[in-house]
């Protein structure tokens, strides 16, 4: 029986994100641009839960299960104009009518969601009771915009109320502290986005813009990334993280699982995510794509995979958040997610390679073990690496994070500015 998830992609962020995330998973389950079956999966016959994220229409095409919530028609009418603008259910689009925005201020956008939150519960009930056996709600959305952090709060909120049996889990955009932000209320917006997370939601995805664009430059070797790069690199993690759910196995094949194996008290979830090995989907030139083949492409093991979701380099939260008491901070929990052919003898052969070796410091009080999920990959993606692996940590040194919003939020507060 399927355990359907609900998407719901708020704000600028939450719909660019989104929108790679159902591009991606058009591909992996061989969905054309339409929402059609392509001949090859048709005849492969499949053995991947679609239903989880789509719904079949009566004509046989697949509808993504998402809501998409904007409150400027920027990005939803770019959405709306793409190849992917019939893969969408347009009753399921919500833009505001004034179409003015939140101008980038909590308030504004919190205000606004209360004024059309039937329009938007409508929306979300209708494809929650089009489901046999809804399991929870996933949410895109950044913390420091007006619409994804306001608008979202109170979604957050509503949906807690309203549906309090199911889970939320979100991935969250923060925003990059190591650049001026064109958002001057930045540490307001994103502090009160941040009370609703620890209170309303079930699992965090914590996904910081400063970790994304240093791994861009560092290990994608791209110089200036842009916001399409970083956002290929968060649809590259929402994916990887639903695999379990998409191509189901023994363990970890519903949302329960995952969140259950990774959060130890419920106001301590909020997750880091590694990816490894990272590639980029497409180069646009011929130049990039030698480039790229010269640094990407090498030899994977599980081990190889397991120990380099461990290194800093790789997990998508700021350094500056790991590298400060480094001796001190520890793992709660962490579960891998490995995909590709992988004999569950080497898993074995590596988590205990791992704990020899005391790569990973776990806190006293907690079982010491990194938990494993084995998944398939798509059979319509050539990938150039038999195996990649997705890492969730439940890990101390995020509070590091949150210490540093807190500061911007303290300065900002101490001048009593805006």
Avoid at 21 to 48: P, R, V, Y
Avoid at 247 to 272: E, K, W
Avoid at 362 to 389: C, D, M, N
Wanted: include cysteine; hydrophobic fraction near 35%; charge should be neutral.
């Amino acid at each position: 029986m399927p355990r359907e998830i609900i998407t719901l992609q708020v704000g600028q962020c939450g719909n660019q994100i989104g929108m790679e995330f159902w591009k991606k998973l058009c591909h992996e389950h061989g969905i054309s641009k339409t929402g059609m079956l392509e001949d090859f999966a048709m005849q492969s016959g499949g053995n991947d839960r679609k239903d989880v994220f789509f719904y079949q229409a009566d004509d046989e095409h697949y509808v993504p299960r998402a809501v998409l919530v904007d409150l400027e028609p920027r990005v939803i009418n770019a959405i709306q104009n793409s190849e992917y603008r019939n893969l969408y259910n347009h009753e399921n689009i919500f833009l505001s009518d004034h179409g003015g925005g939140a101008g980038n201020n909590w308030a504004n956008g919190y205000s606004q969601a209360e004024s059309v939150q039937e329009e938007l519960l409508d929306m979300i009930d209708r494809e929650a009771e089009g489901s046999d056996s809804l399991e929870g709600f996933v949410l895109s959305h950044s913390i420091a915009g007006g619409t994804g952090s306001g608008l979202g709060s109170y979604m957050l909120e509503a949906l807690n109320d309203r549906y309090s049996k199911k889970l939320i889990q979100t991935y969250s955009v923060f925003p990059n502290q190591n650049e001026t932000s064109d958002v001057v209320v930045q540490p307001y917006n994103s502090l009160l986005t941040l009370k609703r997370l620890t209170l309303n939601a079930d699992a965090v995805v914590v996904l910081d813009n400063t970790a994304l664009n240093r791994i861009a430059v560092d290990r994608l070797h791209i110089p200036n990334p842009t916001f399409a790069q970083t956002n290929s690199l968060v649809s590259t993690v929402m994916a990887a993280s639903t695999t379990t759910l998409r191509y189901p196995g023994y363990m970890n094949n519903d949302l329960v699982g995952l969140i259950a194996n990774l959060v130890p008290t419920p106001r301590c979830h909020f997750l880091m995510a590694g990816y490894t090995p990272l590639t980029l989907d497409e180069p646009s030139n011929k130049a990039d794509t030698a480039h790229m083949g010269m640094s990407t492409i090498r030899k994977t093991t599980v081990l190889d995979v397991m120990r380099r979701l461990l290194q800093s380099k790789n997990v998508m939260v700021s350094a500056h958040a790991r590298s400060k008491e480094t001796s001190n901070s520890k793992y709660i929990s962490i579960l891998n997610i490995i995909q590709g052919e992988v004999d569950p003898t080497q898993v074995h052969k590596s988590l205990q390679r791992i704990r020899e070796r005391k790569l990973a410091q776990f806190i006293e009080w907690g079982p010491a073990s990194i938990q494993v999920a084995l998944s398939r990959k798509s059979p319509y993606v050539k990938t150039q690496h038999r195996v990649s692996g997705l890492m969730l940590a439940n890990h101390t040194s995020i509070r590091h994070l949150f210490s540093r919003c807190l500061n911007q939020y303290d300065r900002l507060m101490r001048r009593r500015a805006f």
